[in-house]
C-alpha cells in the first residue's frame, strides 16, 4: 500500500471516529403527531434555540438536538395537548444543557414556548394562538397571519422583534428588554416596557386600537402618510414631538402641552393610538 | 420658622443677636430655647476658663441633661464622686479643663447637627424618605425565588424595583390628574407588568 493511501485510510479514520464522538456528544429525536384543529404544542426549554415555522398538512413535526447526556427530551401527547420539555439529568454547563428545537406546526395548532436563554424564533404560522415566554431570550415573530388569535410575548430583558404581523390580538410586554414592531397590525395591539425602549413603523391598520407604553424607555414611531390615526402621546416627565401631519380635534378632553404631549388625528382617524411614556422621549414621524 | 430651620441658623446667633423669627420660633419652642440657653452658656464659660480651672459640676450636669433630652444619650446609673475625673484633684484621671471643654462643645455641636436632620417636632414641611422600592411582600416572593433558582433572584429584584418604582409614578400621575386617561392606563400596565415579573419568575425558577 503506498504513501497515499494509508493516508487516505488514516484519514478516514480519523473523520469516522470523530463523528462518533460527535453522535455520543447529542442525540437527535424527531416526534410526530397527527394534530386536529385547535390542538395545541407546550415546549419548555432551559437554553437553546427554539424554531417555530408552518408546517403543511395536520402533523406536527418536533425535532429535538441535544448537546450532552446531561439532558434529555421528554415528550408526552395528552388528548389534543402535545407538551414537550428539556429535563436536566445532571448539573452541567449552559452548552452541556443547550438542546435545539425545530417545530413545525400546521395551520390553526396553538403553540405555547417558555424558554429561559435561547432565542425563539416563530416564522410563517397561521390562525395560530401564540404564547412565547422568553425571560433573557431573545424572541422573533415574522410573516404570522394570526387570523384574529392572540399572539402574546413576554420577556424580562429579553429583546422583542416582530414584523409582518396581522390580525392578531397583540400583548407584547417586556421589563427590561426593547421591542421592535414592524407593519405589525391587528385590532388590538398593546405592548408595554418598563425601561425598554419601543420602536413601531408602520400604518396602524384600520380599526384597530394601539398602545404603546413604557416607564422610562423612549417610544419612536414612523408612519406612512396614507396611515389613518386618532393620535394621543403624552411624556410627563420626558419629551414627546411630533413631526406627522395630525388635525387637531374639535372637541377632546386631552390637553395637549408644547413639548410634552399632542394629540389629533390624520384623514378619518381609524385606529386609535395612545403613545405614553412617564419619563421616556416620545417622536413620532412621517415614513 | 420650624424647628429645623431655627437649627440650620442657630451657628449665626449662638453669640450674637437672633433674627426677628429666629426669636419668634424661640418664644413658642421650649426645646430650642433650652438648647439656645445651654449652648450659650458653654460658650461663654468656655471663654472664661484659665488653665487651671475645671468646669464646675452644674456645667457638666446641664450638657448631659441636654444631651438626654434630646435622646442623644441615655443616663446610668450614678458613678461615685470619687470616680468622676472632674472631681476636684481626688483622681489621677484628671483631665485638663480646656480639653474638657472642648469635649463638651464637640458634644453638643455633635448633637446640634443630629437635631438638624432630625426636626424635634413633627413638621408637615420635614422631607419624607420615600418608600422602599421593594416591599415585604415582594421580599417573601423573591426569598422563594431565591430558593429555587439563586442564579435569577439579584435579576429579578432588580426589575422588581423598576416596576415598583413605575406604580409609584404612575400612581402620582393619576392622583394629579384622575381625568387623564393615558395616566390612568400607565398604572393599569404598571401593575400588570408586575404580575407578569411575578408569574415568569415563578415559572422560570420552577424549570
Known amino acids: 500500500m503506498g504513501h497515499g493511501n494509508q493516508f487516505r485510510t488514516l484519514a478516514g479514520l480519523v473523520l469516522a471516529g470523530w463523528a462518533g464522538l460527535a453522535f455520543a456528544a447529542g442525540k437527535a429525536e424527531e416526534f410526530k403527531y397527527v394534530a386536529a384543529p385547535g390542538a395545541s404544542v407546550s415546549l419548555i426549554n432551559d437554553v437553546g434555540q427554539v424554531t417555530v415555522r408552518f408546517g403543511e398538512g395536520r402533523k406536527i413535526v418536533i425535532r429535538s438536538k441535544t448537546s450532552s447526556d446531561k439532558v434529555e427530551v421528554y415528550a408526552e401527547q395528552k388528548g389534543s395537548r402535545f407538551e414537550i420539555r428539556t429535563h436536566t439529568l445532571q448539573p452541567g ?25 435561547g432565542p425563539i424564533r416563530v416564522k410563517g404560522l397561521r390562525g395560530s394562538e401564540i404564547i412565547l415566554d422568553g425571560d ?57 416596557t418598563t425601561q425598554g425602549n419601543i420602536r413601531y413603523s408602520g400604518a396602524f391598520g384600520s380599526n384597530g386600537e394601539y398602545s404603546l407604553i413604557s416607564h422610562s424607555g423612549n417610544i419612536d414611531v ?48 381609524s385606529s386609535s393610538v395612545q403613545l405614553s411614556s412617564f419619563s421616556g422621549k416620545i417622536r413620532v414621524k412621517k415614513q | 420658622m420650624n424647628c429645623t430651620e431655627f437649627q440650620n441658623e442657630l451657628a449665626d446667633f449662638i453669640d450674637s443677636e437672633a433674627t426677628a423669627e429666629a426669636q419668634g420660633h424661640l418664644k413658642s419652642c421650649t426645646a430650642c430655647a433650652g438648647l ?28 448631659e441633661e441636654a444631651l438626654e433630652r434630646e435622646g442623644l444619650v441615655r443616663v446610668e446609673a450614678p458613678v461615685p464622686a470619687r470616680a468622676l475625673w472632674w472631681g476636684a484633684g481626688q483622681s489621677s484621671w484628671a483631665v485638663p479643663a480646656w480639653a474638657a471643654a472642648v469635649a463638651a462643645l464637640l458634644l453638643l455641636a455633635f448633637g446640634v447637627n443630629s437635631l438638624r436632620q432630625t426636626p424635634a417636632v413633627p413638621d408637615s414641611t420635614a ?5 422602599a422600592l421593594v416591599d415585604d411582600d415582594d421580599m417573601k416572593f423573591l426569598a422563594a425565588v431565591e430558593k429555587r433558582a439563586p442564579s435569577k433572584s439579584g435579576r ?35 401593575y400588570d407588568q408586575k404580575s407578569a415579573l411575578y408569574e415568569m419568575a415563578m415559572t422560570q425558577s420552577m424549570q
Open chain 1, 93 to 117: 454547563s449552559a452548552e452541556e444543557r443547550r438542546v435545539e428545537y425545530e417545530v413545525f406546526l400546521p395551520a390553526r395548532v396553538g403553540i405555547t414556548v417558555r424558554a429561559d436563554s
Open chain 1, 222 to 269: 414612523a408612519l406612512p402618510e396614507t396611515a389613518s390615526v386618532d393620535m394621543m402621546a403624552e411624556s410627563v416627565e420626558g419629551s414627546a414631538d411630533n413631526d406627522f401631519p395630525l388635525q387637531r380635534k374639535a372637541r377632546s378632553s386631552f390637553l395637549p402641552h408644547q413639548g410634552r404631549s399632542f394629540s389629533g388625528t390624520s384623514h378619518s382617524g
Open chain 2, 156 to 190: 429579578y429584584k432588580k426589575h422588581m424595583e423598576a416596576v415598583n418604582a413605575s406604580i409609584r409614578d404612575a400612581k402620582r400621575s393619576v392622583e394629579q390628574d384622575p381625568g387623564n386617561e393615558l395616566a390612568r392606563e400607565r398604572l393599569i400596565q404598571a
Open chain 2, 127 to 131: 422631607v419624607v424618605q420615600p418608600a
Open chain 2, 36 to 63: 439656645v440657653a445651654d449652648l450659650r452658656e458653654i460658650s461663654g464659660q468656655a471663654r472664661l476658663l484659665a488653665a487651671a480651672d475645671e468646669p464646675g459640676p452644674e456645667v457638666w450636669s446641664r450638657i
Open chain 1, 136 to 192: 433573557s431570550s431573545p424572541v422573533e415573530v415574522h410573516e404570522v397571519d394570526a387570523a384574529g388569535q392572540h399572539l402574546h410575548v413576554r420577556t424580562v430583558s429579553g429583546n422583542i422583534t416582530l414584523g409582518n404581523i396581522s390580525s392578531a390580538h397583540l400583548e407584547i410586554r417586556s421589563l427590561g428588554g426593547n421591542v421592535s414592531l414592524e407593519k405589525v397590525s391587528g385590532p388590538k395591539v398593546q405592548v408595554t
